[in-house]
């Protein structure tokens, strides 16, 4: 939690008595106070965790049942007086996952693999040796988790947004291939993950089913097990065929478990079932081996999957691999090659993206790519379109892989109409008509409208609502558009302001009340984002969730960022030009390029957006609205690093320089890239040059390896 209270804002008048107050300002008070309220009740009642204290909410609802009764006539449409209670719980409630439950990177063909391997010796500073694997089939379902205590089932929720799932408990005790008491010795508490799955053959017979009582179809058997998992009436869910593969722990309170092959057979021996095909593999070229047998395998499985997994066997490994952004390091999904179709393409439209980026995207007549329609493609940019020479009414051959955007793969000239012309590229906007330039040596044309470009303005409102960013649901691009449009989200802040057109909202079309309500509870859910998702929300140019992260870490608090990063950009700006040397700069600036993994090109376009007026607007009427938490430093922070600037140096024996930077920022510790005034400890190894020098130069304690170890609690 913030420690600072928000500055008082314009229109504050939370300390006038009720009956000074004139009417516009009573309506600014009564639109706080039922803000306030909702956001109270949200807390209370969907989560079960009340900001404050009940005497403190009752204050705030005697306030605005005063003012409504001084001022009739301004009482709201949202007037939280004709609530009772608080809305209820949009479907599911929610669960939080004491281990987050995580994604996959993805590796798309051998060399991806190689490089994984060579990744993990390399971290582990194990170059030499050969590391063991378990490899599985990655089944094509959705994730859940399950929490035993003294081995009965006792909740089960679905990954959600990898911090917080769904609550589908009951939901999940009607299906046959989940254990609801353990077999054999169980452990006192433990959480099993795994894939929920349907069928190739239950998919079809269900679809079948369906159809002929003429209830929802289903496009694919990954989409059915999802659709019949998350029904409010569990008695819904008994009936659809779903399975169960297990294949990971969250929560252990047990007798240690050494590797990944040794938890599957623990799992199978406490009643679950287990892939049977999964392989303990004792180096790369096994894992390449299995792959190539996966593959040959897969039309003869009975269910769909997409690829295989591969992750590091040693639980002990996996540990001092742990994890970058939302992924961990020890493991890769090796994706099984794109599947290919041919159809005809039928215009080349431009889309306007985020940054302005113009992107060629071909209309293609719609077509079964491996099982998913396909109607969309990536051109990805002009040079491309001219070096596959595309035009409209080509027939072309379409190929997507997993969850990436289709692509064309190629154009058959021999049966390409008479009259196709070549694609000539615009030179303008198509949706706000501002010139479109193409840097220098870049491949990307872009607008130059900015924000006046409602593409761009739609496309930043979407990147702030998704998934890796503020994460609220219900707002597809149908929906920003619409909202834009109607003039009643125009930047992030608007957003939060959006309960005010609750009853024109639910009037529209496509609407409707519930709908309404459960988007203006996910978005009241998020009135306290934490720190990295907004920063990542604001859609910098290269700055993605990984950035963003490092941003939060270093800084900690929305204020301390923001201030940070002004100062930063007027160093910078003072220095441009022809001659700019962006390390001469200033403090501010120096200290952002010192974060670990963030360079000057980045650097340039953090500051880039805070030179831009309307962004620093944007940015002040979100604050307004919202309360953004401070970085969340990690639990298991240790006292003697944590908020220290640590710089490596040198070689290391134990363990390899990421492998102890990453270390050094799980326990909440800075690490920067060069030595600087502000760094408080270097750790140099043999070898170490330069930046031995300037912390002696600088007086900053230096320790070794040996000394680091101790003082991470490494050797304790
Ligand atoms: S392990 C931190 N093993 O793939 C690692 N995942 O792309 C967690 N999946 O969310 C996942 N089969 O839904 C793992 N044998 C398997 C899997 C598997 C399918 C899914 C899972 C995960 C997604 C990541």
């Given at each position: ?7 008082a ?5 939370s ?16 639109e706080?106070?039922?803000?306030e ?17 009940d ?15 001084l001022?009739?006539?301004l009482?709201?449409a949202?007037?939280?007086s ?8 949009a ?13 996959l ?37 959705l994730?859940?988790?399950?929490a ?5 089932f006792?909740?089960?929720a ?8 769904e609550?589908v ?18 452990p ?16 079809l017979a ?7 009582d ?21 008695t819904i ?16 309170e047990?007798?240690?478990?050494e590797?990944?092959s ?8 406490w ?32 269910y ?9 066997d ?13 992924s961990p390091?020890w493991?890769?999904a090796h ?8 159809t ?5 439209v ?13 209309e ?5 790519v491996g ?7 990536t051109l990805?940019n ?27 793969v190629?154009s ?20 706000c008509g ?8 870049e ?14 303005a739609?496309e930043?409102?979407r990147h ?11 707002l ?6 619409e ?9 992030p ?6 309960a ?6 639910e ?5 409707g009340?519930?709908?309404?309500e ?5 978005i009241?859910?998020?009135?306290k ?16 969730e990984a ?23 007027a160093?910078?700006a ?22 670990d ?19 620093r ?11 953004v ?18 710089v490596?140096?040198g070689?290391l ?10 270390g ?14 502000k ?6 190894g043999?070898?170490a ?10 007086g ?6 040996a ?8 050797d304790?």
């Amino acid at each position: 939690m913030s420690a600072k209270k928000k500055p008082a804002r314009k229109s504050d008048y939370s300390a006038i008595p009720v009956d000074a107050l004139s009417a516009a300002q009573a309506a600014s008070e009564l639109e706080r106070l039922s803000r306030e309220i909702t956001k109270h009740d949200l807390a209370y009642h969907a989560k079960d965790a009340p900001l404050v204290p009940d005497a403190e909410y009752d204050a705030l609802k005697r306030r605005n049942e005063a003012l409504e009764r001084l001022f009739p006539l301004l009482r709201r449409a949202d007037s939280p007086s004709a609530k009772v209670g608080a809305p209820a719980a949009a479907g599911f409630g929610k669960i939080r996952h004491e281990v987050p439950m995580l994604s996959l990177d993805n590796a798309f063909g051998e060399a991806d693999v190689r490089e994984f391997g060579q990744r993990i010796r390399r971290f582990l500073d194990m170059e030499g040796g050969e590391i063991a694997f378990s490899a599985e089939p990655k089944i094509d379902g959705l994730s859940i988790s399950l929490a035993y205590e003294k081995g009965v089932f006792v909740r089960g929720a679905t990954r959600g947004d990898g911090e917080e799932g769904e609550d589908v408990t009951a939901n999940l005790k009607t299906i046959g291939e989940i254990p609801k008491k353990l077999a054999g010795t169980p452990p006192a508490r433990i959480e099993v993950r795994g894939e929920i799955y349907m069928t190739r053959a239950d998919f079809l017979a269900m679809n079948k089913a369906q159809e002929k009582d003429g209830e929802k179809v289903f496009a694919n058997p990954r989409n059915a097990a999802a659709g019949s998992l998350r029904q409010l009436d569990w008695t819904i869910t008994a009936k659809r065929p779903l399975r169960f593969f297990a294949y990971a722990l969250g929560v252990y309170e047990g007798p240690a478990i050494e590797t990944q092959s040794d938890l599957l057979k623990r799992l199978k021996g406490w009643g679950f079932v287990v892939n049977p095909r999964a392989k303990r593999c004792k180096d790369v070229d096994a894992l390449v081996a299995y792959y190539a047998e996966i593959g040959r395998e897969r039309p003869e499985l009975p269910y769909d999957i997409d690829g295989v997994v591969y992750k590091v066997d040693r639980f002990d490994l996996q540990k001092r691999l742990g994890f970058v952004a939302r992924s961990p390091r020890w493991a890769i999904a090796h994706k099984f090659p794109a599947e290919q179709a041919q159809t005809r393409l039928n215009a080349i439209v431009i889309q306007v993206g985020r940054t302005g980026a113009l992107t060629p995207v071909a209309e293609l007549e719609p077509v079964n790519v491996g099982g998913v329609m396909v109607s969309r493609a990536t051109l990805h940019n002009e040079d491309e379109i001219q070096r596959k020479d595309v035009r409209a009414g080509d027939t072309v051959i379409v190929q997507r892989a997993g969850d990436v955007i289709p692509q064309i793969v190629a154009s058959l000239p021999d049966r390409r109409p008479a009259n196709a012309k070549p694609f000539r590229f615009p030179t303008h906007c198509p949706e706000c008509g501002s010139i479109a330039v193409r840097p220098e040596g870049e491949a990307i044309r872009r607008c130059t409208g900015g924000l006046t470009c409602p593409a761009q303005a739609v496309e930043r409102l979407r990147h702030f609502v998704s998934r890796g960013a503020l994460d609220i649901e219900g707002l597809g691009e149908k929906n920003i558009e619409e909202l834009f449009t109607l003039g009643w989200v125009k930047k992030p802040g608007d957003l939060f302001r959006l309960a005010r057109h609750r009853a024109e909202l639910e009037k529209r079309e496509g609407w409707g009340e519930k709908s309404v309500e459960r988007l203006l509870a996910a978005i009241e859910a998020r009135r306290k984002p934490a720190l990295d998702r907004l920063i990542f929300g604001l859609g910098i140019r290269q700055v993605g969730e990984a950035t963003a992260r490092l941003l939060a870490v270093h800084y900690g608090s929305f204020a301390g960022w923001r201030a940070a990063m002004e100062k930063a950009q007027a160093e910078l700006a003072a220095f441009d030009g022809e001659k700019r040397k962006p390390e001469l700069v200033g403090d501010a600036w120096k200290e952002l390029v010192a974060i670990d993994q963030i360079g000057d090109s980045m650097a340039v376009d953090i500051a880039g957006f805070f030179a831009e007026k309307h962004n620093r607007e944007a940015l002040d009427d979100l604050a307004s609205e919202v309360d953004v938490a401070d970085f969340e430093k990690p639990k298991n922070v240790n006292a003697a690093v944590a908020g220290k600037t640590i710089v490596f140096t040198g070689s290391l024996e134990t363990m390899s320089r990421d492998e102890a930077k990453a270390g050094a920022l799980a326990l909440g510790a800075k690490v920067a890239g060069s030595v600087s005034k502000k760094t408080d400890l270097v750790v140099a190894g043999p070898g170490a040059g330069s930046k031995l020098a300037d912390a002696q130069k600088l007086g900053i304690d230096v320790i070794d390896e040996a000394a680091w170890r101790k003082l991470a609690g490494l050797d304790s």
